[in-house]
């Protein structure tokens, strides 16, 4: 039971985590708090839907649904965060941009595809569960955990293994000088809402298969979720979005399995005012943040 | 005579719309040679650097080097021409480690074996860093990040060098020290663009210089008449 308990946290923990990366990753390089985050996940979720039922294997749907993803966010970077960015406004202004153009796009997306709860094609991925030395594990589950452990890593590597993530620390720190060392921030800040937006995208798809739940607001429930996990492990930091994913993930489930599920949606809420109230940087996090 | 490398004509820049900071700014700079722009605390001299570098966009004028007009370019495409500026206060990274920020310098350069030789070259000149290449930059001295941020910049290996203030707000050993570096560039033949609040050191070491006033440029000259020009030694050089 204990065990079960353990492994279903450590499937939602993964989600979290996933969701998180890319919301982290934006405010880690760019400082923008970007609310449209959650909507991406929706895109993706919808995108690999609409795949699937035009015959399209979950594979192929699932990095196609993260490319939608990542280039809508490209788009709504350029749009909107850009000419911010240009006027070095503040990360309070980015919040509010962010905020209303998230109004508006669910909006669009409740007008045009309703709230009704849609379910991907019967037998686009293997349900079946295999027992584990007494745990149940389905395929789905397998796919998120190794997921976000793979993509954790892969960012990680990719911000302080590379020279790339060298580029983009140096654009997170100070911009100007990063230009002048002939960095092209713009091709940077893309690169970021590609990899961001996608993250989000691909744990839509996933969500998805896991639930078998898809509807335009599943990525605003997730944004607010998210919010509590970002501040938790502190904002901007990579390893802090795995780490805390996973204990509100777990904590979610064990107070599911143990309390009453009930309770469980303010775990992560109960955490974000903990984590502000004792330790407001969060686990992993640096306060204050430079930035001229 | 040949064209100067970098040659600007009535460069206009402002900050925002109610101010400009910068009006109608000519200059020239010559291969080989080290001009210094010398003038009074917000007189406009830093912004005239940025406004080379691309950091900030001109109103007006033309900045015209190698024959290129590069006004209104962005700083990264005007980096990549070889134009490549030291910012005021080092502006080191300083979550970055010395090594980091020495291969930020050379971000342009895909060549390992090229970037190594550079590497080399910069820590032969500043012996310094190469003690501490794993350490955070943050943690320098003023001075000792101000050889970083140079070194940052030869790492480029510049066809041109605008070193904005690199005295400022050093302790003497290490002003001594800056201004060695800089003589040491001009014997190598280094083109270079330096501003300077200690017009005295500045004009030592220069050909030719500007000086200049609210924005505008109020007078020019081989730096050695500059140092002798009544106005000049009454407002700068402490007469």
Request: glycine letters at 12%; charged letters at 15%; hydrophobic letters at 55%.
């Amino acid at each position: 039971m204990l065990a079960q308990q353990l492994f279903n946290g450590l499937v939602v923990g993964s989600i979290y985590a996933l969701f998180a990366l890319g919301f982290t990753l934006m405010f880690g390089v760019l400082g923008v708090v970007n609310l449209t985050h959650g909507f991406y996940l929706s895109i993706g979720a919808f995108v690999a839907l609409y795949a699937t039922q035009h015959g399209v294997a979950i594979w192929l749907a699932l990095p196609l649904a993260a490319l939608a993803s990542g280039v809508i966010a490209i788009v709504v970077d350029g749009l909107l965060l850009t000419p911010l960015r240009r006027a070095k406004a503040s990360e309070l202004a980015s919040l509010m941009v962010t905020l209303g153009a998230t109004l508006l796009l669910y909006s669009i997306a409740n007008a045009a595809l309703s709230t009704d709860i849609r379910r991907f094609p019967p037998g686009v991925i293997d349900g079946s569960a295999i027992d584990l030395a007494g745990v149940r594990v389905t395929l789905t589950q397998c796919l998120i955990v190794a997921s976000a452990a793979g993509l954790v890593a892969a960012l990680l590597w990719l911000m302080n293994g590379s020279r790339l993530g060298m580029g983009l620390r140096a654009l997170a720190e100070r911009p100007d000088t990063a230009a002048l060392m002939g960095v092209n921030a713009g091709a940077l800040v893309r690169l970021v809402s590609l990899i961001s937006g996608g993250l989000a995208g691909a744990c839509g798809v996933l969500i998805g298969l896991n639930y078998n739940a898809i509807q335009p607001y599943m990525g605003e429930v997730m944004m607010l979720k998210g919010f509590a996990v970002i501040i938790l492990g502190g904002l901007g930091d990579i390893r802090g979005a795995l780490v805390a994913g996973l204990i509100v993930g777990l904590l979610e489930t064990l107070t599911a399995g143990y309390v009453a599920s009930s309770v469980k949606d303010g775990v992560g809420f109960a955490l974000l005012v903990l984590t502000l109230w004792i330790r407001p940087s969060g686990l992993f996090g640096r306060i204050a943040v430079k930035r001229a | 005579m040949s064209e100067p490398l970098l040659s600007v004509s009535g460069l206009t820049l402002g900050y925002d719309a109610a101010t400009q900071a910068v009006t109608g700014v000519s200059l020239e700079v010559r291969e080989g040679t080290v001009v210094t722009l010398i003038g009074a605390n917000g007189a406009g001299k830093t912004t005239i650097l940025r406004g080379l570098s691309g950091l900030l966009h001109p109103r007006a004028g033309t900045v015209r080097f190698r024959g290129q007009d590069i006004a209104g370019l962005p700083a990264h495409r005007i980096a990549a021409l070889g134009v490549v500026q030291v910012p005021e206060g080092r502006q080191v990274f300083a979550n970055m480690t010395i090594a980091e920020n020495l291969r930020m310098g050379a971000w342009l350069l895909k060549d390992a074996a090229e970037e190594a030789r550079r590497r080399d070259l910069v820590l032969a000149r500043f012996p310094r860093l190469a003690e501490r290449l794993g350490q955070q930059a943050g943690l320098l001295s003023g001075g000792e990040q101000q050889m970083l941020a140079m070194g940052r910049a030869m790492m480029a290996n510049p066809r041109m060098l605008l070193l904005d203030e690199p005295s400022m707000g050093l302790a003497p050993l290490f002003v001594e020290e800056i201004f060695r570096i800089v003589a040491e560039l001009k014997k190598e033949g280094r083109t270079i663009l330096l501003v300077e609040q200690n017009a005295q050191a500045a004009l030592d070491i220069a050909d030719h210089a500007y000086v200049l006033q609210s924005g505008r440029i109020e007078l020019s000259g081989p730096a050695g008449e500059i140092a002798r020009n009544e106005k000049v030694v009454a407002a700068y050089l402490g007469g």
